[in-house]
């Protein structure tokens, strides 16, 4: 089995910062691509920052400048800083990995998600 556990979302002010963390564990071999969704109310989800092995970045246009991914191999966790947070923020946030499992099996793992509500 596979999991994927994140933690750190939370209430926050307009303008303020969280960090979110999310660790896979189980049975992997490894852990290749990984990423931060969103999905607000009424929304579809949406990919807000994705992060490869290599440590190559990318984000959504609204994040940029304010949100900050990164990851730690050995430990298989993958990290969102998120700062100057707007209430346009305030979504359920999922992080995805492509992971190999150690049978060889490769497939997309979600975690449980996350609420991050910018609000005053």
């Known amino acids: 089995q596979v999991q994927l556990v994140e933690s750190g979302g939370g209430l926050v002010q307009p303008g303020g910062s969280l960090r979110l963390s999310c660790a896979a564990s189980g049975s992997i071999s490894s852990v290749n691509d990984m990423g931060w969704y969103r999905q607000a109310p009424g929304k579809q989800r949406e990919l807000v920052a994705g992060i490869t092995r290599s440590d190559s970045t990318n984000y959504v246009d609204s994040v940029k400048g304010r949100f900050t991914i990164s990851r730690d191999n050995e430990k298989n966790t993958v990290y969102l800083q998120m700062n100057s947070l707007k209430p346009e923020d305030t979504a359920v946030y999922y992080c995805?990995?492509?992971?190999?499992?150690?049978?060889?099996?490769?497939?997309?793992?979600w975690g449980q998600g996350t609420q991050v509500t910018v609000s005053s």
């Open positions: 995805n990995a492509e992971v190999t499992t150690n049978w060889g099996f490769q497939f997309g793992a």
